[in-house]
């Protein structure tokens, strides 16, 4: 979505406000399985001091995948985005800054670059998740799995000892 900046560029104090759903669905992580339909966006981009400035809070449900246990659960996501517009960029390093088109804005770039950017690598189905069993791959926070504990090499000989 091209935003229109014409009204705010050269008049500092002035912002303008935006709503919208952006294109998320399309994005693929490893750790979420799907963006579910609906994510939205609201913010505004407001002229301070001759600094053009993009603040924008952006929703989304996500169904994530477990790091741990494997398995799927719903998340809501709320992000904060702030970004700087320019015209040109003098510091290439500055992720946070993006190029005007002119008197517009390409909002689907800024908002789908922060949204991947400060997407989490993974996700927890909860903090005390258990994970599987690295033998034979039963979730445990079903409960425990009938393996049997392997001992360690260097105390087998304890064992014996155990065992008499």
């Known amino acids: 979505m091209r935003l229109d900046l014409r009204e705010i560029i050269n008049i500092p104090g002035k912002s303008i406000a935006f709503e ?9 992580f490893v750790s979420v399985a799907r963006v579910c339909p609906g994510a939205s966006v609201k913010g505004s981009v407001r002229n301070s001091a001759g600094v053009l400035l993009l603040t924008a809070e952006l929703q ?9 246990c ?7 996501l709320n992000q904060h985005i702030e970004s700087v517009l320019a015209e040109e960029v003098q510091d290439e390093g500055n992720t946070d800054i993006y190029l005007l088109e002119g ?6 770039e800024v908002i789908l670059t922060a949204f991947v950017l400060n997407m989490e690598q993974r996700f927890l189905c909860h903090e005390d998740c258990k994970g599987l069993c690295d033998k034979c791959g039963k979730n445990l926070n079903e409960g425990p799995c009938d393996c049997r504990a392997e001992i360690d090499p260097r105390l087998a000989v304890l064992g014996q000892l155990l065992e008499n």
């Open 20 to 28: 919208y759903a952006p294109p998320i669905e399309e994005i693929e």
């Open 60 to 68: 989304a449900d996500l169904e994530c995948i477990c790091a741990r």
């Open 70 to 76: 494997l398995d799927e659960f719903p998340k809501h």
């Open 103 to 108: 008197d517009y804005v390409d909002l689907d």
